[in-house]
């Protein structure tokens, strides 16, 4: 089956820092990709939707300028959290189509990041 | 956006027992899926059933969906310790657009 990675897996880092999270389609080229986010004890919430080669789209409320979402090639989409702080800690999830199956979305493992 | 509720929020159960968790949704969808996911980890995808679908089976799960209540239910019989998660409903809105999740069922089985 279509696998998607993450890395890293869990991360930690000061106030105030950069943290790139990259999304890999291992076996297959994902058009788009998907970026959520996941406060303890909480669900998903989606983040922005990243089609290679274009801007991402945003949600409502999630601050572009911050969460800086590159989608350069067909396998790999990276979410950079800049100027990180304590409340950005949560688990990061991304998700892949699969073209033409595109009902079928394939879930990376998630990346843990906790801000100090 | 949340698109809507999972009931119950938690649910504890003995070993065998089954288990039931509904979700609702509010606008129309393309189709419905189920996820599971273990504390701190991933998620673990179900199954999935389609808007024009109105039962599906995948082993000990059983999924129900109306649309006309804009409901789904997953029950899973004779439930194991390692039942034990949250599990998560999503939806979507047509094909190759983002999920949409519930809120999330805690499932708690004991031996």
């Known amino acids: 089956g279509a696998v998607v990675s993450q890395h890293p897996s869990w991360v930690i880092c000061k106030s105030g820092t950069s943290v790139k999270i990259e999304c890999r389609s291992l076996?297959?080229?994902?058009?788009?990709m998907f970026w959520y986010r996941q406060f303890p004890k909480q669900s998903l919430m989606l983040m922005a939707t990243?089609?290679?080669?274009?801007?991402?789209?945003?949600e409502q409320g999630v601050e572009k300028d911050k969460f800086l979402i590159n989608h350069a090639s067909l396998t790999l989409s990276t979410l950079t959290v800049t100027s990180a702080h304590p409340e950005d800690s949560s688990f990061y999830i991304c998700s892949a189509i699969l073209p033409p199956l595109a009902d079928t979305q394939y879930f990376g493992p998630g990346t843990r990041l906790t801000v100090l | 956006s949340q698109q809507g509720e999972e009931d119950p929020q938690a649910l504890s159960i003995q070993e065998g027992e089954n288990a039931t968790m509904n979700c609702s949704y509010k606008?129309?969808?393309?189709?419905l899926q189920w996820y599971r996911q273990n504390s701190g980890r991933g998620l673990v995808h179900l199954i999935l059933?389609?808007?024009?679908?109105r039962e599906k089976h995948s082993g000990r799960l059983r999924v129900t969906l109306d649309t006309s209540k804009k409901s789904s239910s997953l029950l899973i019989t004779a439930s194991r310790a390692a039942d034990t998660a949250s599990y998560f409903c999503a939806t979507d809105s047509s094909p190759g657009t983002a999920l949409i999740f519930g809120k999330g069922t805690t499932l708690s089985v004991s031996s």
């Open positions: 990243s089609n290679e080669g274009s801007k991402a789209t945003y």
């Open positions: 076996d297959f080229q994902a058009t788009t």
């Open positions: 606008t129309s969808i393309n189709n």
């Open positions: 059933i389609r808007s024009n679908e």
